[in-house]
T-cell receptor, first 113, second 114 residues
Framework: DAGVTQSPTHLIKTRGQHVTLRCSPI?????VSWYQQVLGQGPQFIFQ???????GRGNFPDRFSARQFPNYSSELNVNALLLGDSALYLCASSPVGTYNEQFFGPGTRLTVL | QKEVEQNSGPLSVPEGAIASLNCTYS??????FFWYRQYSGKSPELIMF????GDKEDGRFTAQLNKASQYVSLLIRDSQPSDSATYLCAVFNAGGTSYGKLTFGQGTILTVHP
């Protein structure tokens, strides 16, 4: 079975631009979460979507938004990029009715110049 | 106080030794606990999860949970150079049935030297 997929792999943007990151969960998984990992730190929770509805949001500004589609894939949007948004953005999917294991995709490396 | 704290590293052990990684958490309502391994430049890979007090073994890995002490640990027996990575402790807090967020520690860098 295919794992979580994310696109693009790498992205370079300049300050003030916006970016859209994409994620496809493992087949059968209905929950998708987004995390930001800055170099040298653990991942920080941004959003969780389950059955196309936002179920949780971390301590991130309104410049960050996301949505989940009927096929359970998801997009993360970041507007008005700042240098501090440079990070590895991770998508994780989890099955329903388990102990909430979350499986991560390969991530998108975003560099803001 | 950080929500999830891991023992400061880096941790260096010789090949064949036992590596011990520790983690404490602040939220007593936390329900399940995860250990991820992350190689440099890669995404986190789930190694083990545990949700009830005691030990859980999987091959060379043993996770230990003590909810009263709010403490989770991971033991790696017969450590191999390929175990060299950053180990992330994560705690799950439910926002409802079947969903919630993982809160991660800062990670402990493990180096296994031949």
């Amino acid at each position: 079975d295919a794992g979580v997929t994310q696109s693009p792999t790498h992205l370079i943007k300049t300050r003030g631009q916006h970016v859209t990151l994409r994620c496809s969960p493992i087949s059968g998984h209905k929950s998708v979460s987004w995390y930001q990992q800055v170099l040298g730190q653990g991942p920080q929770f941004i959003f969780q979507y389950y059955e196309k509805e936002e179920r949780g949001r971390g301590n991130f500004p309104d410049r960050f938004s996301a949505r989940q589609f009927p096929n359970y894939s998801s997009e993360l949007n970041v507007n008005a990029l700042l240098l501090g948004d440079s990070a590895l953005y991770l998508c994780a999917s989890s099955p329903v009715g388990t102990y909430n294991e979350q499986f991560f995709g390969p991530g998108t490396r975003l560099t803001v110049l | 106080q950080k929500e999830v704290e891991q023992n400061s590293g880096p941790l260096s052990v010789p090949e064949g030794a036992i590596a011990s990684l520790n983690c404490t958490y602040s939220d007593r309502g936390s329900q399940s606990f995860f250990w991820y391994r992350q190689y440099s430049g890669k995404s986190p890979e789930l190694i083990m999860f545990i949700y009830s007090n005691g030990d859980k073994e999987d091959g060379r890995f043993t996770a230990q949970l003590n909810k009263a002490s709010q403490y989770v640990s991971l033991l790696i027996r017969d450590s191999q150079p390929s175990d060299s990575a950053t180990y992330l402790c994560a705690v799950f807090n439910a926002g409802g049935t079947s969903y919630g967020k993982l809160t991660f520690g800062q990670g402990t860098i493990l180096t296994v030297h031949p």
